[in-house]
């Protein structure tokens, strides 16, 4: 009898393959260069595509024992800024360069898996001091994402000759296959060969995805370890689909939520951040152009001025889209390119999950908010308080909101009768209108003008729409004392930011 594996010995996503290993195209290439003196290592490649497993498997195919590497994970030290105190940390001694190459200087390899997870600064000043530490005798095996492979010779373009660079992609379909193989023949199974043809397209050259799925397909059928008789599987994924999703909920879910809400979270208007997501999860492309999430979100809309709206706020929301996906969390997984005017999805783990995503399902989880405002406040105050005002704008688009400041849209004011935009703005535009009661504030002809618009409109809403913001202690005629106020003086900007952000969060 054939020896006997458990299944997670054979597919394991989470675990080194050492069973189903399979040299990928690099191996070889990759291997001479750990064996030349001197040279340093990049690896660079989205999550899932084997690059950790490689390193692993060269380091014992070389014959390079624990005690010949020191390998250190950046996850561990993401909030150090400084290079050299990351290593000092890792190495347990103190932040000097001397010493620290000193004890460099005991093993053949640095290894710093996860390299990108690295504080930006400390990634950089590692970089600095390569070039050095290969006179020195030092190799370095950085493995990462290929933006931080990229910093690398940013820092020090003289660095290409002392480093061979690797950049992985997905795997051959040829490659899968024989992952597939080598798992099947261990528990004694055999995969359809539609079964087979439907994994290999699925995990598109991903060996952790094809782990999953195949993992998946054997639970599902109760083979828990190796075969006594060949087992045939015959399966559909359409019917797994609820229990891949699962694998990968925890690692992304949460990501892509808050990715639909926007920025910190603040509820974008006409839910534009979530069409934005909700349009890259249909397109099934990595890379997805600007052009053609404009015509799908807003082109198709006939009204022009609902149009003109949408198309505002798409642009805002592109505009805050890089500090967006940096905020929560996906800079390792997807960017967007201000340069070529593209959404980039760089790890194909994510594509993968987002192409088995239910998007009713996100739009449940961030309560998709029916507004037919394209902005959620405008402001109204006298021209001697406008650095305030710019300030209290600042904040409030820090928050995510969608504000109307003149000064933000004098391209769209431009040559237009101000009081009939003015007045279309502030009637039907605005969710809400924040009126700076300063002393200048009455004498003012537009801010009557504004304050007019604004109580009309008032009285049409069913909500509350006028949100006095006091800055100095003066009455203005039209404004009830008996009208909640905010005074700035005891609240102070951010605060009063604060607290409008949870009001248009609630409506």
Excluded at 198 to 208: D, H, T
Excluded at 222 to 232: F, H, N, R, S, W
Excluded at 441 to 451: A, F, I, N, V
Aim: proline share 3%.
């Amino acid at each position: 009898m054939t020896q006997k594996y458990t299944l997670p010995q054979v597919f394991n996503e989470a675990a080194f393959p050492e069973v189903v290993f399979v040299p990928p195209a690099e191996f070889k290439f990759v291997r001479a260069s750990l064996k030349t003196p001197g040279k340093h290592v990049t690896i660079a490649g989205p999550s899932g595509t084997g690059k950790t497993t490689l390193i692993r498997r060269l380091l014992r195919d070389l014959d390079i024992g624990e005690t010949d590497f020191h390998w250190m994970n950046g996850r561990q030290y993401a909030g150090i800024e400084s290079g050299l105190a990351v290593l000092a940390q890792s190495l347990g001694c103190a932040v000097d360069f001397e010493e620290i190459t000193e004890l460099l200087n005991t093993v053949k390899h640095v290894i710093i898996d996860d390299f990108h997870f690295l504080h930006s600064a400390a990634r950089k000043e590692i970089a600095a001091n390569l070039k050095l530490w290969h006179e020195k005798n030092v190799r370095f095996v950085i493995v990462g994402i290929a933006s931080s492979a990229d910093e690398l010779l940013q820092v020090d373009p003289e660095l290409g000759i002392r480093n061979d660079p690797y950049s992985f992609k997905q795997q051959s379909p040829k490659f899968i296959e024989e992952l597939l193989t080598l798992g099947a023949n261990a528990l004694n199974i055999s995969f359809s060969g539609a079964l087979t043809a439907e994994i290999v397209q699925a995990c598109n050259g991903v060996p952790s995805i094809a782990h999953v799925i195949a993992r998946i397909c054997c639970v599902s059928t109760d083979i828990e370890e190796t075969q006594d008789d060949l087992t045939v599987l015959e399966l559909n994924l359409r019917d797994l689909r609820t229990e891949v999703l699962r694998i990968f909920h925890g690692k992304y879910r949460d990501k892509v939520v808050a990715l639909a809400k926007g920025k910190r979270q603040a509820r974008a208007v006409h839910n534009t951040y979530f069409d934005i997501v909700y349009y890259i999860i249909k397109s099934e492309l990595s890379e997805i152009p600007q052009e053609n999430l404009y015509h799908a979100i807003v082109g198709n809309i006939g009204d022009a001025k609902e149009r003109a709206r949408k198309a505002t706020s798409f642009y805002n929301c592109m505009n805050n889209l890089s500090e967006v996906i940096e905020q929560q969390g996906l800079s390792d997984t997807m960017l967007y390119n201000k340069g070529s005017k593209s959404v980039s999805i760089e790890d194909p783990s994510f594509r993968f999950y987002l192409s088995l995503l239910d998007t009713d399902e996100i739009k449940a989880r961030i309560h998709v908010r029916n507004s037919e405002y394209p902005y959620d406040v405008a402001v109204s105050f006298a021209g001697d308080v406008r650095a305030t005002v710019e300030q209290f704008v600042s904040a409030l688009k820090a928050r995510g909101l969608n504000v109307f400041y003149d000064f933000d849209q004098q391209a769209q004011l431009w040559g237009t009768d101000l009081r009939v935009k003015l007045s279309e703005v502030y009637a039907e535009e605005a969710l809400y209108m924040v009126v700076f009661l300063s002393d200048s504030y009455p004498t003012r002809d537009w801010t009557d003008l504004e304050l007019q618009v604004g109580k009309a409109a008032a009285a049409k809403r069913t909500d509350e729409y006028l949100l006095p913001l006091r800055l100095d202690d003066v009455n203005v005629v039209g404004i009830k004392s008996t009208i909640g106020h905010l005074d700035l003086n005891d609240i102070g900007i951010d605060q009063a930011a604060d607290i409008l952000a949870e009001k248009v969060s609630q409506h």
